[in-house]
């Protein structure tokens, strides 16, 4: 009878897979880019970010339909930040999801070209289907602007900028916690708040989802850490010259940053009555998740 | 009395200037970042791509006031290519217009990250700025739509992914003009029809306009690689490695094909009564320019 976050998050990712499959059909690549391109995006992971999309919809609205092309817009984005940052210039990756990295298949300028098309081809992605989906021109045009300053150079590019410093001297907590904003909290907020604003949000709402995404996207990361930590501890500790929340706080300050943020995060959730709510749930399960 | 079109672009070149100096602020740039991106937009080249959508939309309503937020952002996401193709995975060059390229004075990373930021930033740029300069929602989702479209995976991406390809084997003539019509005409395209879309055009005139740019826009490559093999030639035939339409087909049939493709662009022109027209006095300099 009761709510069960992972089932929910589980249907929910049929759903985007199946629109991400209508979007960037992957059957017959016929370009070494589109080829690349489609390597990164299937199978995926959690489809996190676009479910969270989603979630925020139904919430407002009662249905995510107009919420589809944002959430698969987002899921583009996330896929290219993640070829660009396994690049042998930044992180320098050999596996992501247990898989070779997009470069080391298809070679370093097809991975960046690949990161490019996918990044470019999302704004496409939402100035046409949004308007299909029935969104006004006028909340397509805000969902652009959300996912745009969210990816750009006061949001997730910032953020990788200031992670590849962060590398070269001690960070503070502050600004550990700024850098982890920027690099994965302000795409996860382009989510939540760009999939209520499609779904017609008022304001007050909308400041209320930023609020909770914020949180759960710095609690996020600091969370992927200490599981990073962990398995990097299994292997050897490979990962150990990486600054991160726990390696300069304390696996303990992190566990209790995570719990902190995320009790924070689903306070915000007071203006909405529905109950059981996704993302109040979604925020529990992230917190405790062990994968 | 006569039109100048060295004169026209000199003018509208100020005004993108301007209007870049108001959207990129060059004074002191917070990060490492922004530093980057502004080494790469100031001083920039000759601005053809914005000045060539100031002049599609002054063609069609008389002013370029709308085009004004979509002329900055096509530069930001053609400064971005240059970056990106600069890259030691990609043409790996040294220098540009005459200074050290971005990787050479930032390292890979930054650069291939304020490139991503410029190509994110321009999305933002448009889906802000175009409803401030009164162009409706409507027709700011549309030119979203033409700049993602002509950038993106079957359009300047696929261009630079073919243009890499082309050096690995020996291709056909109509396989060199279809790598240019991606990798450059379609840039232009997006500039010359995203100018005249802004200003309110009528359908009939973006055909045509289209068939202008696509035309000019493959002229100016093939006058492009001659001016470089040129270059090249003085000092000492560096690029002579890289296939190009003169190296494949000879100067003589490169110099042929400029002409008849500026040729074929400005019979297009026929549907605008306006004389001078701008438009066919700037594809007849390109065309004959020496630099």
Known sequence: ????????????????????????????????????????????????????????????????????PLACAIEMVHTYSMIHDDLPSMDDDDTRRSVPTNHRVFGEAVATLAGDALLTDAFSLLAKKLPQNRVSSELALRAVSLLADAAGSKGMVLGQAFDLEMNLSLPSEEEVLNTYLLKTAKMITASVVGGATVAGAREDELRSLQFYSEKIGVAFQIKDDLLDSHNAADKGGENAQKHTYPSLLGINAAREKVFELTDQAIKNLAVFEKNPNPLKEIALWLSERDE
Request: proline share 7%; hydrophobic share 35%; with cysteine.
């Open 1 to 68: 009878m009761g709510f069960d976050a992972k089932d929910y998050l589980n249907e929910r990712k049929k759903v985007v897979n199946s629109a991400l499959l209508e979007y960037l059909p992957p059957d017959k690549p016929q370009t070494k880019l589109l080829e690349s391109v489609i390597y990164s995006i299937y199978p995926g992971g959690k489809r996190l970010r676009p479910v969270l999309c989603l979630a925020a919809s139904e919430l407002v609205c009662g249905n995510h339909d107009g919420a589809l």
